[in-house]
């Protein structure tokens, strides 16, 4: 695999990758949510190698004087390195705008996932194995987000790990119906201006294989509490034009 730049986040650690930007296909005719399949580009960026572990926003919550969320003296997701989990969509923003960044946009993250070639996982488009991503795990039986990272075969053409499971992710758009009548390429599309609930990607432990593809997407509350065992997120920050190692 091509090496990229990366570089280490200073306020809270996190090893960013560079993503080049570029034009790609967007969406699949698998679901009607994911339709139709439209062009769009993306400018450069900064992401996190890694979701945002529970060791990440501890710090967060130790500087700020948050509240962690009620997973986090939970047996089964509360190690440092697991990704945090249960933090609502406000609570994602905050700690990446305490962390100098922001949400990734849901075409950004998409792009990080598949790169421009329309592959349908992060590693190509062989089918899902669990020794090669994090899914398919049960609820009430052991089943747990794994520490961040630690399956290097969930890897993105640009490097990013854990995009076909492991926890969903919060993305920075409400969502809404993909355009029909795109006769150009978006450029930096944010999705539309008003909504009722915020996109989130990447599939989770508990999910099936069907469930863990690049495109599938899954508009959720943004305010939720219960059931949240499954919501993650990690960092994005704006490019400086700093691509050294």
């Given at each position: 695999?091509?090496?990229?730049?990366?570089?280490?986040?200073?306020?809270?650690?996190?090893?960013?990758?560079?993503?080049?930007?570029?034009?790609?296909?967007?969406?699949?005719?698998?679901?009607?949510?994911?339709?139709?399949?439209?062009?769009?580009?993306?400018?450069?960026?900064?992401?996190?190698?890694?979701?945002?572990?529970?060791a990440?926003?501890r710090?967060?919550?130790?500087?700020?004087?948050?509240?962690?969320?009620?997973?986090?003296?939970?047996?089964?997701?509360?190690?440092?390195?697991?990704?945090?989990?249960?933090?609502?969509?406000?609570?994602?923003?905050?700690?990446?705008?305490?962390?100098?960044?922001?949400?990734?946009?849901?075409?950004?993250?998409?792009?990080?996932?598949?790169?421009?070639?329309?592959?349908?996982?992060?590693w190509?488009?062989?089918?899902p194995?669990?020794?090669?991503?994090?899914?398919?795990?049960?609820?009430?039986?052991?089943?747990?987000?794994?520490?961040?990272?630690?399956?290097?075969?969930?890897?993105?053409?640009?490097?990013?790990?854990?995009?076909?499971?492991?926890?969903?992710?919060?993305?920075?758009?409400?969502?809404?119906?993909?355009?029909?009548?795109?006769?150009?390429?978006?450029?930096?599309?944010?999705?539309?201006?008003?909504?009722?609930?915020?996109?989130?990607?990447?599939?989770?432990?508990?999910?099936?294989?069907?469930?863990?593809r690049?495109?599938?997407?899954?508009?959720?509350?943004?305010?939720?509490?219960?059931?949240?065992?499954?919501?993650?997120?990690?960092?994005?920050?704006?490019?400086?034009?700093?691509?050294?190692?």
């Amino acid at each position: 695999m091509t090496s990229r730049p990366e570089r280490i986040n200073g306020k809270d650690g996190t090893i960013l990758i560079y993503i080049p930007g570029g034009e790609f296909v967007m969406g699949s005719d698998e679901f009607s949510m994911e339709r139709p399949p439209h062009l769009v580009r993306v400018s450069p960026f900064w992401m996190g190698r890694t979701e945002v572990s529970n060791a990440q926003f501890r710090q967060f919550l130790k500087q700020t004087g948050g509240t962690p969320t009620e997973y986090d003296m939970k047996a089964l997701y509360d190690h440092p390195d697991q990704p945090v989990v249960g933090v609502t969509w406000d609570e994602a923003v905050r700690y990446c705008r305490w962390a100098g960044g922001r949400l990734p946009r849901e075409a950004e993250w998409e792009f990080a996932a598949r790169g421009n070639d329309g592959r349908t996982y992060p590693w190509g488009n062989t089918e899902p194995r669990k020794s090669r991503a994090v899914y398919g795990r049960i609820f009430g039986q052991g089943g747990q987000p794994a520490e961040v990272g630690t399956t290097p075969g969930d890897e993105s053409p640009f490097g990013i790990r854990d995009m076909a499971g492991n926890v969903m992710e919060w993305c920075s758009d409400w969502y809404g119906p993909y355009p029909s009548d795109a006769d150009q390429p978006l450029i930096d599309p944010i999705g539309p201006a008003t909504g009722t609930k915020r996109i989130m990607r990447g599939g989770c432990w508990n999910f099936q294989a069907t469930s863990v593809r690049s495109t599938g997407r899954w508009p959720t509350v943004p305010d939720i509490r219960s059931g949240a065992e499954h919501n993650g997120f990690r960092l994005v920050v704006a490019d400086d034009g700093k691509t050294e190692h």
